[in-house]
């Protein structure tokens, strides 16, 4: 135990403080005083004899399970129980050991993977060899060797490979779900170490000072002492334990990083605990059915004392008080009556705390669990939701959200790869002023498009790709040489950070995001084809003015690599003594960079991208400048200084590029489109017609997202007007966020006169001949608003004094759109309306930037689509396409929390129900706590007699199927209330629970009070009211059931009449002769006259007329729209000809809002390029003039 702990030693407070981190080579004394974590990893949380007591010590800091251990030590006190202590340890001990079983279970599943993890072995330097050892026994400062599939493991400083320029390619799936090859290279000075050169890596003493440990995989900064040389480390010479060693024979690291403070281990931590409103709501009605059980068991308790008083001491010959009790004749008869009855009221009090504990349901929590496991694996096998061309399946990552998804008001989603596609095609351009892509001929004359429009024939390209085009006219510039045609394809054929590999024949393309590979395929497919690229040069064929094919090799000097805020690269390149700066972006960064020789190429420009902006297209700029050698190597100097800081690195390299990214010269302006998935339009349509409210939050341009918003249908003519707040300054923003709202409000007002303050029926039923088409035109007449947020106003409106206003605004309106937002922003704007509105808000996204706002919602969605699996891993749900966000919601969503709902009801009515009977009992007892029931009746109720109905109900039920659920969302709105379950629902089960428990009381006593036997004896007795009350309070919980049911199967009625058959199979064998029950004989007894049977059929139809009753009242006099469309559907399967189902809008006002003639915008992926890789060379395999092989790792596109 002791060496086991210690393995698991986490460092202490003082080390738990490192800023840094001092890592020396072969020198482990050293790297011992440190004190670093070594390389165990325990993840499990028990062990063979902890497990029992930290177990129940967990179980019992839940206030349920300790206020029912609670209660079973006052029932093994025989003077305040008159129930046995069964009655509660039978389904305590159940609760337990369920729950235990799972925990046991789980924490097996994790020593399995700890056992597995710990003991692979790695070949490790030790004594001057390599010895193989247990992943366990590595230690930070160890050299180790690995072989081609092998895992990392631990956080490793690359030194040398097998591989040409000291590469190696690394999978990284278990990090970040992506099974596309990364590339790490050494730095030269250590990829001089050979395969076998064990001296000189025994010889090595080296110092390595980096970061402290923690939980960023995409960044790593540090530096390499080695003879007297600093050189600088980033995370391209990092191996992460949990990657894959693919394509490299072998490869030597120095352990960074051990164990617990590896990357892996830092991102391993438990998922933050999502808790339902449900879940909310139930532990405050738990707390209010405590205090409603101390009501009446004080009410009892006194009334017993009343009554001790008043009756029970004149009965003490018959019934004496116990010894200790003051005034009882078994003793001296001591102290005064009143003590005495104080005393015995005290008592009673825990007696009735005991016999009143059902009203707290233990088992109610592991109840839903099941249930919504079970609702789990509805969503996991919906074959509707199953997407063939990527085989991927529905699935819910957690089980504690499903009835939320039916309550959802907000939906926070992410546009490129989310409502898009994700697939980039090049479509059209401007170049020197000219715009190139719409059809047109040889002469520049624009032709009519359609299916026999004949398209680009780019065949004699041997390079070609499927790109579509049908513009002669810029095929004819270039092949004219035309210089501005020339300079825009050779940027955009050397300005990137895309790898290249030539792969049967053929040339493949790995980029950084799908846009950059678009980009560098067109140029390819117009005759500049980047060829390969070496640590120092780029290599380019180009087609030239005589149609032949000349190879241009350039010098790459630098690489100036895309982030998140400089929205743009650059690269430097040098060819013939000439330097160049070539940079492409997001036109507002690079128009700000622009000369004034430009203005004039600026302005047609811009023209051009506001034609493209109507097509939804995304766009960035193209521009270049020459440089001046020295003013090159000055720069040059500032970039080296700026790599090696071990402080701000990247803020300093972010200086250092402003300082050679100014006064450029224009060449012009590409334009991609992505196209919509499938199906979002009408799943968007649907969404919001069913109340629910959509914000788009993209990094795209404002012009580009609205576009996409008219197109997707998120944005509509029909709306009553769409904001646009642009503002720059705080002031700015504030007041056309108060505009928007004030005129918001006045058409509001407007059309509220207009329509006399009525309030409007969203729809109403005809009736058509059968085969009419039944569809749904349901939509309130009132449009509503859009409003669409830039970057720079989201900036200020997030800010703490308009951070209300906006989310007014907002609020206000069916669809918000905000452009230009940072991923921490998506956060922030999901956090501002999860934290001041009592709504359930929804994130979906497909990329690592949604990650922040897929965990601060309540509920996280993922698309698994082309920007890895980062949002996958961090959500709840997920599913391969936007389309089926419609389904989940509408169909599983509702049913889950319509389940929920009347499973939540009719679980605390039954148990009213059963416990209050006992109220009633006590009144005609003297308040002594006796107990109606029997006590084997008590502890199984809720196990075996009233279990299946409810499960079933639970389950199975819907009110209508999932194609109406579709086809009508306003079924989804009572969800948004909260109209199915809500305090007032949980008040009225406690009255129907009053009043039933009353009614099976007074009806059974009624029926047996003056009841005679054939021998002339009296029928009441406890045994014979016992048995009469358990028989009606079954048959009405369970038959209750069946009225609450509206989708009956084949399990409805096995669950149903089969638990009435086990109440009587179960007690025809516990009041049999065999075992000699208290109560034995009841069933035979009682099940032979006539007035039980009579009796039962009374009570049990006289309590449940009334509730039918009360349903058809509402039925007639309130009916929703679900009752409307069961009665539509029983009514088309009871008649062959029967009658269809429309919907008809009461009204139909609607305000035109015309669209305005605006720009597009390009959204760059939200991580960083590959530029630091390429020009350090650690992906270039040497060997055939630098030409790339076969041997690379595959061409998956490297998602953004």
């Known amino acids: 135990m002791s060496r086991l702990l210690k393995r698991c030693r986490r460092r202490d407070s003082t080390d738990s403080e490192e800023t840094e981190r001092k890592v020396y080579s072969n020198d482990p004394p050293s790297n011992q005083v440190f004190n670093y974590a070594n390389n165990y990893i325990c993840t499990s949380k028990y062990t063979i004899l902890s497990f029992l007591p930290l177990n129940l010590f967990e179980q019992f800091q839940r206030i349920a399970n300790t206020y029912f251990l609670i209660l079973l030590i006052l029932q093994v006190i025989p003077w305040i129980s008159s129930l046995t202590w069964v009655t509660t340890v039978v389904p305590l001990v159940l609760v337990l050991a369920l729950t235990a079983l799972k925990d046991a279970y789980d924490d097996y599943q994790r020593h399995q993977s700890d056992n597995e993890v710990n003991n692979k072995e790695s070949m490790v ?118 990657c894959v060693l693919r394509n490299t024979k072998w490869c030597y690291g120095l352990v960074i990083f051990a164990g617990q403070d590896t990357k892996l281990m830092k991102n391993s931590g438990q998922a933050k605990f999502k808790r339902t409103q449900t879940d909310r709501l139930l532990n405050t009605l738990i707390i209010g059915i405590v205090v409603f059980l101390l009501l009446i068991t004080l009410a009892c308790a006194i009334a017993c004392g009343v009554w001790e008083t008043l009756t029970g001491d004149d009965f003490q010959v018959y019934l004496p008080w116990e010894s200790f009790v003051p005034h009882t004749i078994l003793g001296t008869k001591a102290g005064s009556k009143a003590a005495g009855s104080t005393v015995i009221s005290l008592l009673t009090f825990f007696s009735y705390l005991i016999l009143f504990n059902t009203l ?108 579509v085009w049908y513009d002669k006219m810029l095929v004819r510039c270039i092949e004219e040489g035309d210089d501005s045609c020339m300079q825009f394809f050779k940027l955009l054929s050397l300005c990137h950070t895309v790898m290249a590999e030539t792969k049967n024949g053929k040339l493949v393309y790995q980029a950084q995001s799908p846009d950059e590979e678009a980009l560098v395929g067109a140029a390819r497919n117009f005759g500049f084809v980047f060829k390969s690229r070496s640590p120092s040069t780029v290599t380019i064929d180009v087609v030239d003015k005589d149609g032949e094919i000349k190879e241009e090799v350039y010098k790459l000097l630098c690489i100036l690599d895309f982030n998140n805020v400089r929205k743009r690269m650059s690269v430097i390149v040098e060819k013939d003594g000439k330097i160049q700066l070539l940079c492409k972006g997001a036109d507002t960064t690079v128009n700000a960079r622009l000369s004034k020789d430009s203005a004039d190429l600026l302005t047609k420009t811009s023209v051009h991208l506001n034609e493209y902006a109507n097509e939804g297209l995304r766009t960035l700029a193209l521009a270049h400048k020459e440089l001046n050698r020295q003013v090159y190597e000055e720069w040059k100097e500032k970039h080296y200084q700026a790599s090696i800081s071990l402080t701000d690195r990247e803020q300093k390299l972010h200086d250092v590029y402003e300082l050679i990214e100014v006064e450029m010269t224009l060449i012009g302006a590409t334009a991609i489109e992505d196209k919509l998935q499938d199906g979002v339009p009408d799943a968007i349509a649907n969404l919001a017609n069913a109340g629910i409210k959509i914000w788009v939050l993209t990094g795209d341009k404002q012009e580009t997202a609205i576009n996409i918003g008219y197109s997707s249908k998120l944005l509509t003519s029909e709306m009553e007007e769409v904001f646009v707040i642009s503002g720059e300054t705080h002031e700015d923003v504030k007041q056309q966020l108060t505009d928007a709202r004030d005129q918001m409000k006045e058409l509001t007002k407007q059309f509220s006169m207009h329509t006399d303050g009525a309030a409007m029926e969203l729809v109403s039923f005809q009736e058509h001949n059968a085969g009419e088409e039944s569809h749904p035109t349901g939509e309130e007449s009132f449009g509503g608003f859009g409003i669409v947020i830039n970057g720079h106003s989201l900036v200020e409106g997030l800010s703490e004094s308009l951070e209300m206003l906006l989310l007014e605004v907002g609020c206000m309106c069916k669809a918000v759109i905000c452009c230009r937002v940072t991923p921490l922003q998506k956060a922030q704007v999901v956090d501002l309306v999860k934290n001041h509105k009592s709504s359930i808000t929804l994130a979906i996204g497909d990329g690592a930037n949604d990650v922040s706002m897929i965990k601060t919602a309540h509920i996280g969605v993922g698309i698994s689509g082309q920007e890895g699996m980062q949002a996958v891993l961090s959500s709840d749900f997920s599913f391969a396409q936007f389309r089926f966000l419609e389904r989940l919601l509408l169909v599983h969503g509702r049913w889950s929390y319509l389940r929920m709902c009347k499973f939540l009801g009719y679980f605390f009515y039954k148990n009213f129900s059963f416990t209050l009977t006992h109220f009633w009992f006590a009144w005609f007892i003297g308040f002594s706590a006796q107990t109606v029931f029997d006590a084997a009746f008590i502890a199984i109720y809720n196990v075996v007699y009233t279990s299946a109905p409810i499960v079933m109900l639970g389950v199975f039920d819907q009110d209508v199927n999932d194609e109406y659920s579709l086809e009508f969302p306003k079924l989804y709105t009572p969800g948004l209330t909260a109209m199915f379950f809500n305090k007032k629902i949980f008040a009225l089960s406690l009255l129907e629970g009053i009043l039933t428990s009353c009614g099976i009381f007074f009806f059974s006593y009624g029926c047996l009070i003056d009841g005679i036997e054939h021998d002339g004896k009296d029928m009441v007795s406890l045994e014979t009211l016992s048995f009469m009350s358990s028989s009606i309070l079954i048959a009405v919980v369970t038959l209750r059931c069946a009225l609450d049911t509206n989708y009956w199967t084949p399990f409805s009625h096995v669950f149903i009449w089969g638990s009435l058959a086990i109440f009587y199979i179960v007690h025809g064998i516990l009041y049999s002769d065999v075992f000699g029950y208290e109560y034995v004989g009841s069933l035979r007894h009682m099940g032979g006259t006539a007035v039980y049977w009579l009796g039962l059929l009374l009570c049990v139809v006289g309590i449940l007329v009334i509730v039918v009753s009360i349903k058809l009242a509402r039925l007639l006099l309130n009916s929703n729209l679900s009752d409307k469309l069961r009665h539509k559907a029983s009514i088309q399967r009871a008649k062959a000809g029967g009658k269809a189902l429309t919907l008809r809008p009461k009204t139909s006002i609607r305000r035109e809002f015309r669209t305005q003639s605006i720009r597009s915008g390009y959204a760059f992926a939200h991580e960083e390029g590959f530029g630091e890789l390429i020009t350090s060379g650690r992906y270039i395999r040497r060997g055939d003039n630098a030409q790339v092989t076969n041997q690379e790792p595959n061409a998956a596109a490297v998602n953004a």
């Open 125 to 242: 330097l030790r004594d001057g060899e390599f010895q193989s050892e247990r992943w366990q026994n590595v230690i930070v400062g160890d050299i180790i060797r690995m072989k081609d599939d092998e895992f990392v493991a631990a956080d490793l400083l690359l030194l040398a490979t097998s591989e040409p320029n000291s590469l190696c390619y690394i999978e990284t799936a278990e990090l970040d779900g992506e099974t596309n090859l990364k590339v790490r290279q050494a730095l030269t000075e250590t990829a001089v170490i050979g395969e076998d050169d064990v001296p000189q890596l025994s010889r090595l003493q080296c110092e390595v000072i980096c970061e402290a440990p923690n939980n960023v995989l995409s960044k790593f900064e540090g530096t390499l002492k080695l003879n007297n040389d600093t050189l600088p480390l980033s995370n391209d010479q990092i191996l992460l334990r949990g």
């Open 360 to 467: 707290v349901p233990i088992s109610l929590y592991v109840s839903v669990e099941f249930l919504r496991q079970i609702q789990s694996l509805w969503i996991n096998w919906d074959a509707k939701m199953y997407y063939e061309p990527k085989d991927t399946a529905a699935k819910a990552r957690t089980t504690a959200l499903n009835e939320e998804l039916g309550q959802i008001e907000y939906i926070f989603s992410d546009k490129t790869g989310t409502l898009t596609q994700n697939i980039m095609t090049f479509n059209k351009c401007s170049i020197g002023g000219r715009s190139f892509g719409d059809p047109a001929d040889w002469e520049g004359n624009p032709i009519q498009l359609d299916d026999n429009t004949p398209k680009h024939d780019f065949s004699k390209n041997k390079w070609c790709d499927k790109l």
